[in-house]
C-alpha cells in the first residue's frame, strides 16, 4: 500500500510558474504519505518557499546537474540518491535530466518510479502528454499511479510580514519582465506606464515588480508613472504570495510570478502574444483573465485597463 512508505522523493526542479503549478500535486502526495518522511530535491531558488509550504521533511539541492560522461559526479550524486533508501519517487519535472536521475540508480533495485523515464515502474503513458496543460497533466500522471484526488494549488500558508515595504490599500501589482530571451512575451513599457498612470488617477497605487534584470525597465515605468512604487529586486517569493493576498488586481506579462500571484488568489490580468500558448501554460486562480494578440504591440491600454477596471469593481 502507498499509504506505508516510509521514504519518498518529490521531483521538481523549476521554473517559478511550473514550481507553483506543482504545489497541488505535492500537497496530494503530502495527505496520501501523511506518515512518510518526504525529500524534495529542487533548485537553490526554490529552497526556502518550498520548505515554508510544510509539505516537505527535507529539501535537497540539485547542484551537481553532472553530464552522463562526468562519471565522479555521476556516482556522487548514484550515492545521494541512494543514502536517501527512497521507496518511490514522484518525478514532477518530467525532463531529461530528471529521467536521468532515474537511470543513473541503475543497475540493481530501483525505487517505484512515476515520470516519464523509459522503463519506470509507473509511466506517465499518454502519447499526447505534450499537449496538456500542466495542471491536467500531473494530475493524470498522479492519477495513474493511485493518487485520484489533486488539489489547486493553495498558497494560504504563504504569509509573512511585508510591512516594511509601506504599502496602503488600494494598490495593484504589475509585472512587466519576462524572460530576457523572448522580447515578444512582453507588453511594451510606455503601455504599463499609461496604466499605471490611469491606476494612480483613480486612486489605485501601482506596485511595480521584478528581479534585478528587470530594473531598468521598472525605474522607466516608475519616472514615466510619478507615485509608483517601484520594488524592484526587493521582493522573494514568500513576499509576492503575500502581496498578492492584499492587492486589488495584478497585471503582467506570461511570466513567473504571475502564476504565483494568480495561484494566491489575486485577480489577475496576463498578457499573451502568440509566443505562448495559454491552453498548455495559462495561470490558474479563482480570478484569471487572459488577453491574448498575436504581437502584444497591437494590444492598447485601454483594453487592458477595461479588464483591470473589471475586477476592481467587483471588489
Known sequence: ??????????????????????????????KRHARAHI?????????????????????????QRPKAWQIGRVLRLRKKFQSGSFQRVYDLQTSDRSSFYFHILGPGLRPEWSGIAKGCSHPHANPDRGLMHTIERQREQLAMIGIDDVPAPDLSWAKVDVAHFGLKSPYAL???????????????????????????????????????????????????????VNLGGKTNFLDLATLAQGASVAVGNDTGPMHLIAAAG?????????????????????AVEI???????SLGEAQVWDAVASFVEKA
Open 291 to 297: 488577453l491574448r494578440r498575436e504581437s502584444l504591440e
Open 39 to 63: 525529500v524534495l530535491l529542487t533548485s537553490q531558488p526554490y529552497v526556502d518557499f518550498a520548505k515554508a509550504s510544510g509539505l516537505f521533511n527535507d529539501v535537497w539541492v540539485d547542484t
Open 1 to 30: 500500500m502507498t499509504a506505508d512508505f516510509e521514504r519518498i522523493l518529490v521531483i521538481k526542479l523549476g521554473a517559478l510558474g511550473d514550481f507553483v503549478q506543482a504545489l497541488g500535486p505535492m500537497a496530494a502526495i503530502r
Open 266 to 286: 489575486c485577480a489577475c490580468v496576463v498578457l499573451y502574444s502568440f509566443d505562448s500558448d495559454p491552453a498548455l501554460c495559462a495561470q490558474r486562480g479563482p
Open 174 to 228: 504589475l509585472v512587466p519582465g519576462g524572460a530576457a530571451h523572448r522580447p515578444n512575451k512582453r507588453w511594451p513599457a510606455d503601455r504599463y506606464a499609461e496604466l499605471a498612470n490611469h491606476m494612480l488617477a483613480g486612486g489605485l497605487t501601482p506596485v511595480l515588480l521584478g528581479a534585478h534584470a528587470e530594473l531598468g525597465v521598472l525605474k522607466l515605468i516608475a519616472m514615466d508613472a510619478p507615485g509608483s
